[in-house]
């Protein structure tokens, strides 16, 4: 499928829609927006593409898209946070992707820690936020959107972490790219100025989280914590209440649900 969308008519906002690059192929839209933001490319600069050939997740692990059938875009961003404040980016573009699915589709949305985006417990995107430091402050961050818009899920190469789904294979009937993009520039805009008047998303993503208040196994670097998510921090960590007791804060890994019995 090639890009049928006019990606570059008539976007709203300013964030975003103010200085848009549309690439048909890239290696990697993080790749070019860090890129541009090297070259001083202004705050909500947005890469957007029909394909990457090499598309990426966390951890080096590989984002499939089959050409013209996703949103793959990545946005600039130079915020007035901390290094360690930067998850809250992740957090405001996820509750920002649930708020846009929501209003075009109907379909609800949950958030799965660190950067999932799911419904029901299928994976239909993922964020992937990485940041570029000045000394020991913040130069600049790209987060990265990936969402599976008219994508069949047996088409997806490779083997998931999780089943994955998308907007047409939940509605039956294919979306399009465009319209979510608008609602989601809508959406960053307006939680983005939140964010900067200095409210932190925190607690409205933790309540999203289909793992708060779940028994869950955390896999982190190799080794595996069991617990009960608790909630989350400012700084994006997965607050882990173990059996002993103790609480440990979780900042990067892999979670799933334990399952009843377990
Ligand atoms: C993520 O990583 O979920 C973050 C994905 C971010 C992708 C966007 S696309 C635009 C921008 N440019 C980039 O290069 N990246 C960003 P992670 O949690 O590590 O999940 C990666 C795992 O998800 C893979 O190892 C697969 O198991 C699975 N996966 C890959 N493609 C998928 C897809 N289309 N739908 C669902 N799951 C997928």
């Known amino acids: 499928m090639t890009s049928t969308e006019n990606w570059l008519a008539g976007l709203e906002t300013c964030f975003g829609g103010g ?20 070259e001083g490319a202004p705050e909500g600069t947005l890469v957007i593409t029909d394909h990457q050939t090499a598309g990426r997740g966390r951890l080096d692990r590989r984002w499939e898209a089959p050409p013209g059938s996703s949103l793959l875009m990545s946005l600039l961003f130079r915020p007035p946070l901390t290094p360690a404040q930067s998850p809250q980016l992740t957090m405001m573009c996820g509750l920002a992707v649930a708020d846009a699915i929501e209003i075009e589709t109907g379909l609800c949305v949950g958030l799965k820690w660190p950067n999932d985006i799911v419904i029901g417990m299928a994976k239909l995107g993922g964020i ?135």
Request: charged share 20%; proline share 5%.
């Open 19 to 38: 200085n848009l690059v549309f690439l048909p192929e890239t290696s990697s839209t993080n790749d070019e927006a860090r890129r541009l933001a090297e």
């Open 128 to 262: 992937l936020t990485e940041i570029a430091l000045r000394g020991e402050r913040l130069d600049f961050a790209v987060v990265g959107i990936g969402l599976n818009i008219n994508v069949n899920p047996a088409d997806l190469p490779g083997e998931m972490l999780v089943p994955a789904t998308s907007l047409s294979h939940e509605l039956g009937t294919s979306v399009t790219r465009r319209s979510v993009l608008g609602s989601l520039l809508e959406a960053i805009e307006r939680r983005y100025a939140t964010l900067k008047a200095g409210h932190s998303p925190h607690l409205e993503w933790a309540a999203r989280l289909v793992t708060v208040g779940q028994p869950v196994i955390v896999s982190v670097m190799g080794a595996v914590l069991e617990g009960v998510a608790e909630g989350v921090n400012a700084n994006g960590a997965l607050l882990i209440r173990q059996e002993d007791g103790g609480l440990r804060a979780i900042f990067a890994g892999d979670v799933t649900l334990r399952q009843p019995g377990h």
